[in-house]
């Protein structure tokens, strides 16, 4: 069977299946990027086309299906979402169609600002240990890990955000086993780990993160760890063999070499980050990140802690828990010190706020006590996300007032107000 036809470069204004394309974006090594917009919908998009010269090729066709797989199922806000694949009927192209992104990648933008401070490194590599994480959790070893695969664009609100992209290079380890011994060295050389250059064992998870680490470097001293030895020779192979040994100089001497000043507590991070064994390295690209946090003397993003919702899958930020367990505790606190003061409180049932009650004195007989109206605390409403080119999803939560504590007030028969019970 005949390979299927190289298609042209799309041009603006052609029709690709379901698409129209508006502008071509970029070009890798694999394939063309371009800004389309959906026939029926208006939409805007990111459309990934398998160059023309590589159609026939069924292991990069594999690869794109294998990049659509993996887009679509990595659930991160930072990692560039997927919403449709398939091969364009006319011309047997595989194709992605993603989301449209707006910034630039870290490798562009390094190029622009030289280097980066130690608090936007941290902020950018913390986004991608996100990612990476949940990816690794999956079984999904990423492989080529490096700047230009490192997307800045912003949120709603103005800060940064970072995606990972180009999961097309990436092995799943859990579907591909004893078939990754003999993995190729696929990667971008300068940042890839002794253990993926030598083609040993199962490449795992410890081979992104000492990629991450080598960008961090990359972005702290404006060029990678290892450009001395790769501007001193015009091969390939004698740089890898070196690289395969491991870093022996500190981090801190390359940078100054550089004339970039590191702190000295980023020499035993990147020690450990970049071993050359991967069981010496750090457990997740979060705590990698984290300690690198520390070294620097910076302190990363805070995370908002989310917890799942009873119903409908959605997501409500613990806050709203945590200020209802504050307004139980302030209340409790309340109410002990006016039994010890020897006073009562009258509270109203209702769950609505109100100004204090004033403090009066015991009544001589009971009054009768009210039944209790049947309350029920408003449950949160389902989260809505939204997102934009450059946010991921956010969760928010509409909340009911408190539940009111406790009993109904006002003095039981033979209640004295002036004894502790």
């Known amino acids: 069977m005949s390979p299927p036809a190289a298609p042209a470069a799309l041009a603006p204004g052609q029709r690709f299946d379901r698409y129209v394309v508006v502008r071509a974006l970029s070009q890798g090594a694999m ?3 371009y800004e389309v917009e959906h026939s029926e919908t208006r939409g805007r998009a990111a459309l990934k086309v398998l160059l023309p010269s590589l159609v026939g090729s069924e292991e990069l066709r594999a690869r794109f299906k294998r990049e659509a797989m993996i887009g679509a199922n990595i659930r991160s806000e930072h990692v560039v979402r997927t919403f449709d694949a398939g091969v ?35 902020t950018f590599l913390y986004h991608a240990a996100l990612a990476l994480d949940r990816a690794h959790a999956l079984g999904v070893v990423h492989r080529d ?3 230009g695969n490192l997307f800045l664009t912003r949120g709603d609100d103005g800060s940064p955000r970072v995606k990972v992209l180009d999961f097309g290079i990436a092995k799943v380890v859990a579907e591909e086993g004893a078939a990754l011994r003999t993995t190729h060295s696929v990667g971008t050389p300068l ?18 993160r000492y990629a991450l680490a080598q960008v961090a470097f990359a972005l702290l001293a404006g060029r990678p760890y290892w450009a001395p030895e790769s ?25 100054r070499a550089a004339g970039v000043e590191l702190p000295a507590p980023l020499d035993p991070w990147f020690a450990r980050a970049c071993a050359v064994d991967p069981g010496a390295r750090f457990g997740s690209a979060l705590e990698l990140v984290l300690d690198l946090a520390r070294a620097l003397g910076v302190s990363p993003p805070q995370a908002v802690p989310v917890v799942a ?12 828990w945590l200020a209802a ?27 609505a706020s109100a100004e204090p009650a004033p403090l009066a004195a015991a009544p001589t007989s009971p009054p009768p006590v009210a039944p209790r109206p049947t309350e029920s605390a408003a449950p949160p409403s389902g989260a809505s996300a939204s997102t934009s080119s450059g946010a991921g999803p956010s969760a928010t939560a509409s909340v009911g007032p408190p539940r009111p504590l406790g009993k109904p007030t006002g003095p039981r028969p033979g209640y004295d107000p002036t004894k502790i019970r």
């Open 31 to 33: 394939g063309a990027v």
């Open 88 to 122: 364009d009927p006319s011309t047997q192209a595989p194709c992605l169609v993603m989301e449209l992104l707006e910034g630039e990648d870290l490798e562009q933008a390094l190029l622009a600002r030289r280097r980066f401070a130690p608090s936007e490194v941290v």
């Open 145 to 147: 890990l490096k700047p």
């Open 191 to 208: 940042y890839m780990s002794p253990e993926q250059i030598l083609g040993e064992g199962t490449l795992g998870p410890a081979a992104d």
């Open 231 to 255: 501007s001193r020779t015009t091969s390939l192979l004698p740089l890898l063999g070196t690289m395969a040994q491991g870093p022996r100089e500190a981090a801190t001497e390359r940078a």
């Open 309 to 320: 919702a009873a119903s409908g899958g959605g997501r409500v930020r613990i806050g709203w």
């Open 325 to 351: 367990s504050a307004l139980v505790l302030g209340a409790a606190a309340v109410a002990i010190a006016l039994v010890v003061s020897g006073g009562t409180r009258e509270e109203s049932p209702t769950a």
